[in-house]
């Protein structure tokens, strides 16, 4: 199996910070990594896909990057709505759609 | 807009079947290149991928999971469906339903809003 570890699990940060999340696969899955927030009572939401690849009608200021085994969500400018928990998940491997343990991003 | 609900009980005896259904809307189940996923959280916990089922019956389980889960799919009614057999407490969790975009490099781009299933007894 692909194990997905992220960091760092939980992270402090004001308005207006750059924050960046990184993301390791135990094994290189090319760009097959997406990105989620999830706020507490709600679905998980698609942000990045493809490593890189901003879904429509996110904002801007989220971005990815990364292949083979490392990876970065990065938001350049925090935003009061952004604090929530992040996670990264492999979509190589067709026997499992593997999660990070997230990352919680709370106000400073 | 593809919208997806889940239903079934919110409580389960330890021992027994957990069976939830997702109703898709908004879009045929059976049109373009999509995997209808499951997926879990238990509370104050992480994701944890159940597993998916392309509508020509095509299954993927989680390793962990695969012994106790079946995920089928009925078209003429838009939905697909989760049993997961001989639960534990441990099997207590949020169960959310998921869209797999196979042209977005499979990520998960539709959710429903999950529901919680507590195995006690």
């Known amino acids: 199996d692909i194990q997905m570890t992220q960091s760092p699990s939980s992270l402090s940060a004001s308005v207006g910070d750059r924050v960046t999340i990184t993301c390791r696969a135990s094994?290189?899955?090319?760009?097959?990594l997406n990105w989620y927030q999830q706020k507490p009572g709600k679905a998980p939401k698609l942000l990045i896909y493809?490593?890189?690849s901003l879904q429509s009608g996110v904002p801007s200021r989220f971005s990815g990057s990364g292949s083979g085994t490392d990876f970065t969500l990065t938001i350049s400018s925090l935003q009061p709505e952004d604090f929530a928990t992040y996670y990264c998940?492999?979509?190589?491997?067709?026997?499992?759609?593997?999660f990070g343990q997230g990352t919680r991003l709370e106000i400073k | 807009q593809v919208q997806l609900q889940e239903s079934g009980p919110g409580l389960v005896k330890p021992s027994q079947t957990l069976s939830l259904t997702c109703t898709v809307s908004?879009?045929?189940?059976?049109?373009?290149?999509?995997?209808w996923s499951w997926i879990r959280q238990p509370a104050g916990k992480g994701l944890e991928w159940i597993g998916r089922i392309y509508t020509s019956g095509s299954t993927n389980y989680n390793p962990s999971l695969k012994s106790r889960v079946t995920i089928s799919v009925d078209t003429s009614k838009n939905q697909f469906s989760l049993k997961l057999s001989s639960v534990t407490a441990a099997d207590t969790a949020v169960y959310y339903c998921?869209?797999?975009?196979?042209?977005?490099?499979?990520?998960?781009?539709?959710w429903g809003q999950g529901t919680l299933v507590t195995v006690s007894s």
């Open positions: 998921a869209r797999e975009d196979s042209s977005s490099w499979y990520s998960l781009d539709y």
């Open positions: 094994q290189s899955i090319s760009s097959y």
């Open positions: 908004g879009g045929s189940i059976s049109s373009g290149s999509y995997y």
């Open positions: 998940q492999q979509s190589y491997s067709t026997l499992s759609g593997t």
């Open positions: 493809a490593a890189s």
